[in-house]
């Protein structure tokens, strides 16, 4: 059986900010990811990010990953795995099961890092298994990665950033967005996205929802209406509208499996996008060898996602005896760097989440 | 299941992998299987290749309503490696030779 330091499980934002401060401790690090290419949702982020230099400002999301790689390949206390399935976490004996093309794998790993993301909510609706129903991370992968059109006329369910980008994505790409929905009362992303499809012209109904959409063998409309303050439907409020893309962007969820099975304290956090683990402020899980990084953590954006990848490294690394230059301040710039990206009142929700999933004290 | 009416809820599907209707789950709610893990075992919903990703919170949602509490207090399934599909010649094989 194989054995190493540290295996980070996920090789997006998060995962690649975390292998990265690993290896530079000298730990030996396994960085792992079922993708045949690193990056996760970075492959298809083409937009530059904003914030601070530190992470990345003014480059675009899928310029990142090579930067992580050129560094990570040089460093010979790395492996880097692609295209290879992590499919279980023994939390007795701290093993870890990998599946590399029908190949098994066991690699006995004494800290575990958890970047593995969050999965797209689904909305029930009548017909939501109709062929043209996608989910918003899909029609981006479909564009942005294949260049494949999703369709010609797309209505876009919810307002948060991913569904106000993509949005504005597919109008590059010359698809129509025929509308927007979100059944809350305001918009849910940033304004200078959603001023952005104002300005191309769309229409963005907020109290609204999809009820049904229309077609029997593909999507040829949608039946959408207004919505109530207790998010029923208005009677009589309901009208077709004609499209052949629905596309969902009702959220994402933390995707934790690895931390349940090993037997982490799990809560329930909404702001978060649902179950997340319990965690100290260097992103230790309530089992001492896990730790957790990004999305997996609790749904933000990728900045964040390497900030809480790096926390998380580092400590990891400190944990076994690692030297890493300059640790305590450097922990104290990516909390104040993280903190910066909170500040504001779209980062008010994600702090108070967080507050719930910390620890008291921040210390276990 | 006996035979019914059809309603909306048979083109609403929950459980995309395993084909499993919000019909379907209302039905079992109301022969009550009250949690996530019975509902499971009898439909199959969450143990198709997404293990539960898209279902899983579509499921604790409907047994909130219909039980009046609140989401956190529907109890989560049992998680159990393989988290993704793997087949079971891998499996079988053993542990691949470095």
Redo the contacts between chains.
């Keep these: 059986?194989?054995e190493v330091d540290i295996a980070v499980i996920g090789a997006g934002p998060a995962g690649l900010a975390a292998a990265l401060a690993c290896g530079e401790s000298g730990a030996t690090t396994l960085l792992v990811d079922?993708m045949d290419a690193p990056g996760g949702q970075l492959i298809k982020q083409t937009h530059k990010f904003f914030g601070s230099e530190r992470q990345f400002a003014g480059t675009r999301g899928i310029q990142i990953p090579d930067i992580f790689i050129g560094r990570l390949s040089k460093m010979p206390n790395v492996q880097l795995m692609w295209g290879v399935?992590?499919?279980?976490?023994?939390a007795d004996s701290g093993v870890l099961?990998l599946?590399?093309g029908?190949?098994?794998?066991?690699v006995k790993a004494k800290r575990v890092i958890i970047a593995t993301g969050a999965?797209e909510?689904?909305l029930?609706?009548?017909?939501?298994?109709l062929p043209g129903v996608y989910g918003a991370g899909a029609v981006q992968t479909l564009m942005n990665v294949h260049g494949v059109k999703p369709g010609d006329r797309v209505l876009m369910v919810g307002s948060g950033n991913i569904g106000l980008i993509v949005s504005y994505q597919l109008i590059q790409a010359h698809v129509e967005v025929i509308a927007l929905v979100e059944a809350a009362r305001c918009i849910g992303g940033y304004l200078v996205h959603a001023a952005k499809l104002r300005r191309a012209g769309v229409p963005i109904l907020t109290s609204h929802t999809i009820v049904?959409a229309l077609g029997e063998e593909t999507v040829r409309g949608a039946v959408v209406a207004q919505v109530d303050q207790s998010w029923q439907v208005k009677p009589g409020s309901e009208r077709e509208m004609a499209c052949d893309v629905i596309c969902l962007a009702v959220g994402l969820?933390p995707?934790v499996?690895?931390m349940?099975?090993a037997g982490c304290e799990?809560r329930?956090v909404?702001a978060l996008g649902?179950?997340v683990p319990a965690r100290d402020e260097n992103m230790r899980a309530s089992n001492p060898a896990v730790y957790v990084a990004g999305d997996a953590g609790g749904v933000e954006e990728a900045s964040s996602a390497m900030i809480s990848g790096e926390i998380a490294g580092i400590s990891a690394a400190k944990s076994l005896g690692f030297e890493v230059q300059g640790a305590e301040a450097r922990l104290g710039q990516l909390k104040a760097d993280l903190a910066a990206i909170r500040s504001g009142p779209t980062g008010e929700k994600i702090c108070a989440g967080v507050k719930c999933a910390t620890v008291c004290g921040g210390e276990w | 299941m006996a035979e019914r009416e059809k309603s909306p809820d048979d083109n609403i599907v929950i459980c995309r992998c395993e084909d499993v209707t919000l019909a379907e789950i209302r039905e079992l709610i109301a022969q009550g299987y009250h949690t996530i893990d019975e509902i499971k075992r009898v439909s199959r919903a969450g143990m198709g290749p997404c293990q539960g990703r898209t279902c899983r919170q579509l499921i604790a949602r409907e047994l909130a309503i219909a039980l009046g509490v609140p989401v956190e207090q529907v109890e989560m399934p049992t998680f159990r490696p393989p988290s993704r599909p793997v087949l079971l010649s891998t499996i079988a094989r053993g542990e691949a030779d470095e």
């Design positions: 059986m194989r079922y399935n992590a499919s279980g976490y023994y099961t599946e590399d029908g190949k098994f794998i066991k999965a909510k689904a029930a609706f009548e017909n939501n298994d049904r969820t995707l499996d690895m349940w099975q799990m329930y909404p649902g179950h």
